[in-house]
């Protein structure tokens, strides 16, 4: 008898730890997972493939490239609600941005930890020239995006991310090899900073 009673004492006791562990350990993670998730992130690989060659560029030039979108989050999905616009642009001085082209990605779903990738090109409408002063083109990838967590009531939040990615003008070489993360903008972006309503963390 008292060797079925300790048992069940045992089961019992085991039985409130995992009850105890689900709910102190367990459950706080999954909420901070669920509640305070993260945002995207954006990556690019400009000119991956492709054979440049800047003193050529008496003509329209065709940019291909590489852009990641990773949805951080393993507990969640994501909403890009609307489309999605990048810029490709250049800076002749570093007081002036040019736009080179537009590109656009269609509205999706994006499942928990997933990584989108897009491998396309874009043909420039002008010829982008060194930026003043150096032997460089200064290229600049601007990104705007909205998504929505998939949970009850999200509202959409803005994106607005972008990097530099700078090619040697007598070289053809870029300046830096394979993605570039793409961030908030600083001084160089003509972007406004993005307006969030929602997220607080
Ligand atoms: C780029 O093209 C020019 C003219 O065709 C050529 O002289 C030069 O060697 C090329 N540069 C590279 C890095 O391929
Ligand atoms: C910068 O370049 C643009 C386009 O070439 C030009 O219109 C502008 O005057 C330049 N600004 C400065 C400060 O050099
Ligand atoms: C570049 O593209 C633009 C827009 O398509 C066109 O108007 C322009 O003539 C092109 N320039 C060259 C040098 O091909
Ligand atoms: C992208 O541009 C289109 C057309 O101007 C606009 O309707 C859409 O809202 C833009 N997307 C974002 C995320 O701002
Ligand atoms: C571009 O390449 C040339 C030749 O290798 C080099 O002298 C120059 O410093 C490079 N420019 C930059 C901005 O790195």
Same mark, same amino acid.
């Given at each position: +008898?008292? #060797?079925? /009673? ?11 730890? /995992? ?22 992130? $954006?990556?690019?690989? &400009?000119?991956?493939?492709? %054979?440049?060659? +800047?003193?050529? $560029? =008496?003509?329209?030039? #065709?940019?291909?490239?590489? &852009?990641?979108? @990773?949805?951080? =989050? ?22 002036? +941005?040019?736009?080179? %082209?537009?590109? *656009?990605?269609?509205? $999706? ?24 002063? #150096? ?12 998504? @929505?967590?998939? @949970? ?18 007598? *070289? /053809?070489?870029?300046?830096? #090899?394979? $993605? ?19 997220? %607080?963390?």
């Amino acid at each position: +008898m008292a #060797t079925c /009673s300790d048992f069940g004492t045992i089961i019992a006791c085991l039985c409130f730890v /995992s009850f105890f562990l689900g709910l102190n350990v367990l459950m706080p993670v999954m909420l901070s997972l669920y509640s305070s998730p993260s945002w995207p992130s $954006f990556s690019i690989d &400009l000119f991956d493939n492709q %054979a440049i060659n +800047m003193t050529r $560029f =008496n003509e329209n030039l #065709t940019i291909h490239f590489h &852009l990641k979108l @990773k949805n951080e =989050n393993s507990a969640i999905g994501l909403h890009y609600p609307d489309p999605i616009n990048i810029t490709f642009s250049y800076f002749p001085n570093v007081s002036m +941005m040019v736009n080179l %082209a537009d590109y *656009t990605i269609h509205s $999706f779903y994006q499942g928990n930890g997933k990584t989108k990738h897009v491998r396309d090109l874009v043909e420039t409408i002008r010829v982008p020239t060194v930026l003043e002063g #150096t032997d460089m083109v200064a290229f600049r990838v601007d990104l705007v995006a909205t998504f @929505k967590y998939k @949970k009850p009531s999200s509202k959409r939040h803005k994106v607005v991310v972008g990097c530099d990615v700078a090619v040697n003008y007598t *070289t /053809s070489q870029k300046m830096q #090899t394979g $993605f570039i993360g793409m961030t908030y903008p600083g001084y160089d972006s003509q972007l406004q900073p993005p307006v969030d309503d929602d997220y %607080a963390g």
